[in-house]
């Protein structure tokens, strides 16, 4: 709708800051844009493929100062990567040894200065040419690809540390160059990929998975407990570090494999260079809370959450209107249960703290305890016990890492789809106006008609078929991203169905294997508590 400039001011956009000094934090990734314009600036507004996007976002410069691996992150047995670190060196690193990446030493897998190199020659040779798609990709149900984040890693010192991860992937989709391939990616490049695909896709009706949201306070606990390449946190703050990295790790493979199973988004020539090109990306700073596009999405998100509250579509679509209050019931739904899946995850954390507290005690009792056998069954309890706080803790970490986190990334998830039917209704608002300028500009031209103007008639003629051409425009637009949105539900709802059934059978799995265990640590205790004399 380009030719709407004319009617319509659009928000001027500071020039973005790229002079941000290493250290820097950043806020969320926000994109939204400001409802506050007119409709007919949306298309006017929206970035198009030609325009370089400087994605130099910093946030990892704020991220943990410590390089915690997934395994020495307290995870119960049953959470798991598909690959780990072993498979990784053994059969990722040893095939690619000709690659400048692998060619690194491995203690610093991702170098500081990043390269501005960002063509496909980098990975040896021209990658194939693929026109973007605005509709559906056929989906070939024997295509697969399987992304696994691994190894966490620290690069930098002081307050300019961030951390690295090995994404690994594994898929048979021609358009990529190899089936199994890893490169190093830090945070701000997460947020940065997930940044490029919102600007493209959004518009058109596309859901994009959320990228995982920044904790400030997290990266700074983990900060504060260690300074240095070899320093690391101690006691309470190394188990934070643990936690707070693996949740990230785990956030972050899940993100890359929702964006991986929407046919559109994996075949898109920015994830696929995330994914292949060995090379550093360049820092970003337009998702940074201090550049000046930060400063205009917070502007933006006022404007939008101003026009979702104003304003209400008529909604002729009885499937639109049904969805909708789907959604929302969903939404709230999710929240509750969420919400009571995080007090559990506390209560079952106290209760291992309260059976440690009880196994310390038995022991020192069985101590002070004159009679041989009750003493040898005291001595036994607390070694029960002392198992039972282990079991109790793995459990909490299951409840949440199975169930808190998939609650979690759904509400989020909704957060998107709700954004994508407000982007219809942003569509919806751009056609209203279209008719009513048109109207307008009809009565104009029979008041002219009428009056015998002949030196204004012909412009007025010109006006209203100028203005016919951007009401069918806006009609087509309307109709395309209502047809993407019905397509792009309905995958999501698949993919929901889909994925909580594995996680809760997973869960369910780890529940009846802790309370097996359970079990069998009493049935070892009742001999020694009968031989009591």
């Given amino acids: 709708m380009s030719e709407e400039v004319e009617t319509v001011q659009n928000l001027n956009v500071p020039e973005i800051d790229h002079s941000k000094r290493n250290g820097a934090t950043d806020d969320e990734d926000d994109i939204f844009k400001s409802a506050m314009e007119s409709p007919m600036t949306d298309s006017e507004r929206t970035l198009h493929g030609d325009d370089e996007i400087d994605l130099n976002d910093d946030d990892d410069d704020m991220d943990s100062s410590v390089g915690v691996s997934s395994s020495q992150s307290g995870l119960p047995p049953d959470v798991n990567h598909d ?54 990709v056929p989906s070939d149900p024997s295509q697969y690809i399987k992304i696994s984040v691994t190894d966490p890693q620290k ?25 199994e391939f890893a490169v190093w990616r830090r945070f701000s490049d997460f947020l940065g990929l997930h940044y490029k695909l919102a600007e493209k896709y959004l518009k058109k009706g596309r859901i994009v998975p959320p990228a995982p949201e920044k904790n400030m306070i997290g990266t700074t606990k983990i900060k504060m407990g260690g300074q240095g390449e ?45 994914l292949e090109i060995d090379t ?23 404007g939008e959450t101003v026009n979702k509250i104003s304003y209400r579509m008529d909604e002729a679509d009885p499937w639109f209107e049904e969805r909708i209050q789907n959604i929302e019931a969903l939404e709230n739904q999710l929240r509750k249960v969420h919400s009571s899946i995080e007090l559990l995850v506390v209560y079952r954390r106290d209760l291992a703290a309260a059976t440690g507290n009880f196994s310390k005690s038995a022991a020192i009792l069985s101590n002070a ?10 001595a036994q309890l607390s070694d029960v016990e002392d198992k039972v706080e282990q079991m109790h ?41 279209a008719q009513q300028t048109l109207n307008k500009k009809r009565e104009i031209k029979a008041k002219l008609e009428l009056q015998v103007k002949t030196d204004k008639l012909a412009q007025a003629r010109e006006e209203v078929v100028e203005w016919e051409g951007k009401v069918e425009r806006s009609q087509a637009e309307f109709d395309s991203i209502s047809n993407v949105i019905k397509k792009e539900l309905e995958l999501f709802e698949t993919s929901r169905v889909k994925e909580f059934k594995k996680v809760i059978l997973k869960y369910l799995e780890s529940l009846l294997t802790h309370q097996q265990d359970l079990l069998k640590y009493w049935e070892a205790f009742l001999p020694e508590a009968k031989a009591v004399v």
Avoid: W
């Fill in 369 to 378: 305890e004159e009679h041989t056998g009750l003493a040898r069954a005291l």
């Fill in 155 to 179: 690069q930098g010192e002081g307050m300019s540390t961030f951390i690295v991860y090995r994404v690994t992937t594994r898929t048979n989709i021609a358009l990529f160059r190899r089936k």
């Fill in 393 to 433: 803790t793995d459990q909490a970490n299951s409840d949440y890492y199975l169930f808190s986190e998939l609650f979690r990334d759904y509400i989020s998830l909704i957060g998107c789809v709700k954004d994508v039917f407000h982007e219809r209704v942003k569509a919806f608002q751009t056609l209203q106006h």
């Fill in 280 to 302: 550093d990306l360049p820092k970003a700073t337009s998702t940074s809370a201090f550049s000046g596009a930060g400063v205009v999405r917070l502007f933006n998100k006022v």
């Fill in 230 to 274: 070899n320093a690391g946190p101690t006691g309470a703050n190394a188990q934070h570090g643990g936690d707070f990295v693996e949740r990230r790790r785990a956030s972050l493979e899940r993100f890359l494999n929702r964006v991986g199973s929407n046919p559109v988004l994996r075949v898109d020539p920015d994830f696929r260079d995330f």
């Fill in 83 to 136: 690959i780990n670190n072993d498979f990784v060196k053994n059969h990722v690193g040893d095939n690619h040894q000709t690659n400048d990446h692998s060619k690194q030493d491995q203690s610093k897998p991702y170098e500081e200065e990043p390269s501005q190199n960002r063509q496909s020659e980098a990975m040896g040779g021209a990658r194939p040419q693929v026109v973007e798609e605005e509709d559906d």
